[in-house]
């Protein structure tokens, strides 16, 4: 476990910026830390590497589990741990996108190129998640 000391004024913006995200500021941190690794990792990969990042995701099984959830949610019928089910992938999701972003910026700049012309190349689009079946 790590022990952080700051100051008052410090922990007073970490704590109204948590309540802002409606997070406890442990987690927050957290996050934060996670995010800030991620960033670390990223500015030191190989082109294959980033590539690597950047196709990380959800299996297909991971996929039709989390859009089952979702339907169950939008049906407010979800259980209680099917809550917290839907919450870890989302949380996962949300991580992997951050860092699949953070690849995709430092390939493009790399290969010299901006990061709408490396997402043509590799024709990644913003889903459309009301067309997704399951």
């Known amino acids: 476990m ?17 309540n802002r995200f409606g997070k406890p500021i442990t987690d927050y941190l957290v996050d934060l830390i996670e995010q800030h690794i991620a960033t670390v990792e990223t500015t030191t990969l190989t082109e294959e590497e980033l590539l690597q990042q950047i196709n990380l995701g959800l299996s297909e099984e991971e996929w039709k589990e989390y859009f089952a959830l979702l339907q169950k949610q ?6 209680h741990e099917e809550h ?4 870890e992938i989302a949380e996962f999701l949300e ?40």
């Open 2 to 18: 790590i022990t952080l000391e700051v100051t008052p004024q410090t922990e007073d913006r970490v704590r109204k910026i948590a």
């Open 95 to 134: 991580l992997s996108n951050a860092r699949r972003i953070q690849a995709l910026v430092q390939l493009a700049e790399m290969r010299n190129t901006t990061l709408d012309n490396l997402m043509s190349e590799f024709d990644i689009r913003p889903a459309n998640y009301q067309n997704v079946s399951t």
């Open 74 to 79: 939008d049906a407010q019928t979800l259980e």
């Open 84 to 87: 917290e089910r839907i919450a």
